[in-house]
């Protein structure tokens, strides 16, 4: 039996300009699974996963990690739940692919043995080890999505949370991303995937979300529910259609 | 992106990488105020000085001159503005334009003197990384109380990694506005306001981008810092520094 590592309360969070972000959501992740939230541009996907770290933080209801609430202790948040953003070239901070993934520790205070030991860890995990001095900005973009995964990696977080992680990748960046997003799940990390692309992912998921004008609209298993999904804004995957069997893109 | 800026960090093993940063913005300083007044002689044994450091730490020259073409150009402009203005015995006369000899001699030293001066600049930029300067500036300000050394540091390194990012940005809006053939309207003014509006949008859309991915990454000013150490190699580079300065001011 799995606990619960995220547990969502009646969440809403409405923008200066007075639009409304999410509107009472109530969600729970256990730890260890692989959940997809799916839902057209605007649905509130990335507002949403901006609550589990504390990027935003509610106007009404809670957000706890491991029972523990978010807005409690937002460097404890920040480091549980890790998150790799849609725009890798945003998320990359240093000048050289060590001092990138090393950003996170150098934040928590860590000695330099350590940082310089989780650096390598994270690098060898998203097999960048070989381009440590390299210039992140010379790099390919799947491998930059890799960085980016190194430098979340590298704060230990028990939950990874990948916003939009298939824009502007092709096929071998894709496959290669999806592979490393299932070794992390099978390393025991809780994955959350914000998509509006289920076809890529939806075969590896566990538990599937759909969001719609900020409230949670369909929340369960993949299989039962991807039928439906083009209702919401979401594409249905190709073999679903004509009920033959979703397969990965991994075959 | 990062290719268009000459000014950034290269990873190496010269003499330069290896020095400790607080010698080198030293040397930096140094230098360049001897420089202000060298005589001839003087600036040629600083020119043989940098050309055995670039060899030395494997610059790109050929690179790094087509990225400093803009920067040629000014110097030219500095050049023509000597020559023209400074009085002595006339070589050339058109109307009431002369160029003079003392004007050519003077054009040349300022010129000269300024290819040193960012010379050093890029060598000191080149060897250095972002963190390191950081880490040297906040040692620096030390002694300052009134000065929030830490926040400066940040401000300083965070410049210097966005500058080839800014660039790229203004590349994109002026081949976009080429691309829409912006070249028909004559009016610079109308031209500039066109171009710098969405560029510095763009530039304000990166930076809260970045802050949001710093912040995800537990970002804090009290961090692990670069461990700043001096040795035997730092201390007699300034030995032979102080005697390159005291030469060239004696000469």
């Not at chain 1, 109530?26 to 996907?45: D, P, W």
């Not at chain 1, 860890?121 to 390919?140: N, Y």
């Not at chain 1, 230990?156 to 894709?174: A, T």
């Not at chain 2, 030293?26 to 040629?44: E, Y």
Request: with cysteine; proline share 4%.
């Amino acid at each position: 039996m799995h606990m619960n590592i995220i547990e969502i309360e009646n969440l809403s969070h409405r923008f200066p300009d007075g639009t409304l972000g999410i509107d009472g959501i109530n969600l729970t992740i256990q730890e260890g699974t692989f959940v997809v939230i799916s839902g057209q541009n605007g649905s509130g996907k990335t507002t949403l996963l901006r609550h589990l770290n504390g990027l935003l933080l509610p106007d009404r209801g809670t957000v706890r990690l491991s029972g523990v609430s978010v807005s409690k202790d937002l460097v404890k948040a920040r480091q549980i739940v890790g998150m790799v953003f849609q725009d890798s070239d945003s998320q990359i901070i240093g000048e050289t692919v060590y001092d990138d993934v090393a950003f996170g520790p150098e934040n928590l205070c860590l000695d330099r043995s350590e940082i310089k030991r989780r650096v390598y860890d994270a690098l060898k995990a998203v097999g960048l080890t070989g381009l440590a001095e390299q210039r992140p900005h010379l790099l390919s973009g799947g491998e930059k999505r890799r960085l980016a995964i190194a430098g979340v990696l590298s704060m230990k977080p028990r939950v990874i949370v990948f916003d939009e992680p298939f824009s502007n990748l092709d096929y071998p960046g894709i496959r290669q991303l999806l592979e490393q997003v299932l070794s992390l799940h099978k390393a025991g990390r809780t994955i959350v995937v914000a998509t509006h692309e289920l076809e890529k992912v939806i075969t590896h998921a566990d538990h599937l979300v759909i969001m719609k004008d900020g409230t949670v609209v369909r929340d369960g298993l993949p299989d039962e529910m991807v039928k439906g999904v083009e209702a919401f804004g979401v594409r249905e995957p190709y073999n679903s259609r004509p009920g033959m069997e979703i397969r990965s893109w991994l075959n | 992106m990062a290719e268009l800026t000459a000014f950034r960090f290269r990873t190496g093993a010269s003499l330069l990488h290896k020095l400790d940063v607080r010698f080198k913005l030293g040397f930096l300083v140094l230098i360049s105020l001897a420089g202000l007044k060298a005589a001839p002689l003087a600036l040629c044994v600083i020119t043989f000085v940098l050309i055995a450091v670039i060899i030395d730490t494997r610059l790109p020259i050929k690179v790094i001159l087509k990225e400093l073409r803009y920067f040629l150009i000014l110097l030219l402009f500095v050049f023509i503005a000597r020559i023209l203005t400074t009085p002595g015995s006339t070589l050339i006369q058109i109307m009431a334009v002369s160029v003079t000899r003392e004007g050519i001699y003077d054009g040349s030293l300022v010129c000269w003197r300024l290819v040193i001066i960012i010379t050093l600049g890029l060598l000191f930029v080149s060897t250095t990384r972002t963190s390191e300067i950081k880490a040297a500036v906040e040692w620096l300000l030390i002694p300052f109380p009134f000065f929030q050394g830490k926040r400066v540091a940040t401000m300083m390194s965070l410049v210097m990694r966005f500058m080839p990012l800014i660039l790229d940005q203004a590349k994109e809006t002026a081949d976009a506005q080429r691309a829409r053939c912006v070249e028909n309207r004559k009016n610079p003014l109308y031209r500039l306001r066109k171009f710098a509006i969405p560029v510095i949008r763009r530039i304000f859309e990166s930076a809260d981008k970045l802050a949001v991915a710093m912040e995800a990454r537990c970002y804090s000013e009290n961090r692990t810092d670069p461990w700043l150490s001096s040795g035997l190699k730092d201390w007699v580079a300034l030995f032979v520094v102080i005697c390159l300065c005291a030469m060239i001011i004696l000469i």
